[in-house]
């Protein structure tokens, strides 16, 4: 308390009389950040209503700041001097807490940024930017650097007081200027790593960027910090100068090698919030080569991403379905995220328009492949196939191919072949199938048996099939009530029917 006295008086001096000004060193000097986290909140708070003050009362040099020691030259009055002096102050507060963003206590963290953010919000209202013509733009783009840099630490997960920033980035010409500041952080952190990742800054630049709400229409736009008349004569306000700095910055990002970890949350999220906002998509075709390129799960992702750019923006990409097939392998039915897989799967081979042959190929390579899988994948496998089979019904010889091989090794179809169309799968039949109706699984029999009867035209729903689960199952067959099995017409009366009675009557001891 009594420290919260002391810098109360300091700042009460310093806005109250201009010979006291040299006092701003003792609110600025627990800033450094070498005391207790509760002295620099203080501090930190007083230096906030200070500069606030002073940002209001226009006492701050406005224009290109002189240095400190050419302002004491007589070409300046006492004003312009007393003025100069204390945006150098200002300055040094700014630069204190941008610093302090990146303390160990998160309170001060906060602090921090709030305060930074109330003084982009005062240097919008009272800029210290010279105004020379009608047109000049006076956002504190500097300042927001400051604070943007605080933001992505390459050492440390910063989430958290991202989380805590996203509130202004509802600014449209906040968010404009974090997504440039953003661009050039990137550009200049990764350039200096020679392409090797930095999973904390590029963790924390994903963090930043990836939860960036794009208008839809010009007619949105219509939260600015920065109140300005002239507004329509500016870049900030036209919807395609934000898509070119979204792609920009994005691109940016992209460019370079990712974490692991990190190129599936950004496939993810890709074709909803990304694709869409760009200028041009095709753009993004280099990274999701790469991405496929990886391997597992991020390919199917990358093939996403592929997948509509070929459809929407008419991307020509012949090898899509041959690099999709050799995705499939025996560790299919076995990841983790086997349902986003068949989900996407599903989508790529929704189109009646594909080639009998390619449908063919795809449906012999999971049948064979179903002969290891578990249980609760075939589940879903099999009406899968089914769904295909309507889909394409010159598909259907697979199953009603009379006299089918004798064996596996007179199959015509080539498993090892990686181009869909030289597989011979239409000259095959589906044994495969067939082998499943003898399944140990009753409900994998009877699911394998649908396809020696006609298919309904209606296909079907496989989407909560997709997350079954082999423990779901177990504790579905668990739970089945058992049923009594009648063994005998007439129900008996004792362990020898009507005798039984004769002979207790014959022994009874009366």
Excluded at 398 to 424: F, I, Q, T
């Amino acid at each position: 308390m009594a420290r919260e006295a002391a810098l109360a008086a300091c700042l009460e001096a310093v806005l109250g009389s201009r010979s006291s000004a040299n006092r701003v060193f003792e609110l600025l000097e627990p800033l450094a950040g070498q005391e207790e986290p509760e002295d620099i909140v203080s501090a930190a708070r007083s230096c906030s209503r200070l500069f606030g003050a002073l940002l209001e009362r226009r006492e701050l040099f406005v224009g290109p700041l002189p240095d400190q020691d050419a302002s004491l030259a007589e070409s300046y009055s006492a004003e312009d001097k007393y003025r100069i002096w204390m945006r150098h102050r200002y300055r040094d507060c700014v630069r204190c807490l941008g610093e302090l963003m990146g303390h160990e206590a998160f309170q001060v963290k906060e602090l921090a940024l709030c305060t930074l953010m109330k003084f982009v919000e005062l240097e919008a209202q009272y800029p210290l930017i010279k105004i020379e013509w009608k047109g000049t733009l006076t956002f504190p783009c500097d300042l927001l650097k400051v604070v943007v840099d605080g933001l992505l630490p390459t050492d440390e997960d910063a989430s958290l007081l991202i989380s805590r920033f996203q509130e202004y980035m509802e600014y449209d010409d906040v968010r404009y200027f974090v997504m440039k500041a953003v661009t050039a952080s990137v550009a200049q952190v990764m350039q200096k790593t020679k392409e090797r990742p930095l999973p904390f800054y590029q963790q924390n630049v994903f963090s930043l960027i990836s939860p960036i709400n794009m208008p839809n229409k010009e007619s949105e736009m219509v939260k600015f910090m920065v109140k300005q008349d002239n507004r329509e004569e500016l870049k900030l306000s036209r919807l395609q100068a934000h898509k070119q700095v979204f792609e920009k910055m994005w691109l940016t990002f992209l460019k370079h090698k990712l974490p692991t970890g990190l190129y599936k949350k950004v496939l993810v999220i890709l074709h909803d919030s990304v694709l869409p906002y760009m200028n041009e998509p095709t753009l993004m075709m280099d990274f999701l080569t790469v991405a496929y390129g990886i391997g597992g799960a991020i390919s199917l992702l990358a093939l996403n991403g592929l997948f509509i750019l070929i459809h929407q923006h008419n991307l020509e990409y012949p090898d899509f379905y041959k690099k999709l097939y050799s995705l499939l392998d025996p560790s299919i039915y076995h990841v983790k995220y086997r349902a986003r897989f068949f989900h996407l799967t599903d989508l790529f081979l929704s189109s009646s328009h594909l080639p009998a042959y390619l449908v063919a190929a795809f449906i012999k390579r999971l049948a064979r492949l179903a002969l290891t899988a578990p249980p609760d994948a075939l589940l879903m496998i099999i009406p899968f196939i089914c769904n295909l089979f309507r889909r394409h019904p010159a598909c259907k010889v697979l199953v009603h191919r009379p006299g089918g091989p004798a064996d596996m090794s007179e199959d015509p179809y080539v498993m090892e072949e990686v181009e869909p169309s030289k597989s011979r799968a239409l000259e095959s039949s589906l044994w495969e199938i067939q082998s499943l109706q003898n399944h140990y699984h009753p409900d994998v029999a009877k699911a394998a048996a649908v396809l020696n009867q006609s298919l309904s035209e209606m296909e079907d729903d496989i989407s909560g099939l997709l997350e079954l689960s082999a423990y779901e199952l177990f504790d579905k067959e668990v739970k089945k009530k058992a049923v009594d099995v009648p063994l005998e017409f007439e129900q008996v009366r004792g362990l020898f029917g009507k005798k039984n009675d004769i002979f207790a009557e014959h022994f009874s001891l009366d």
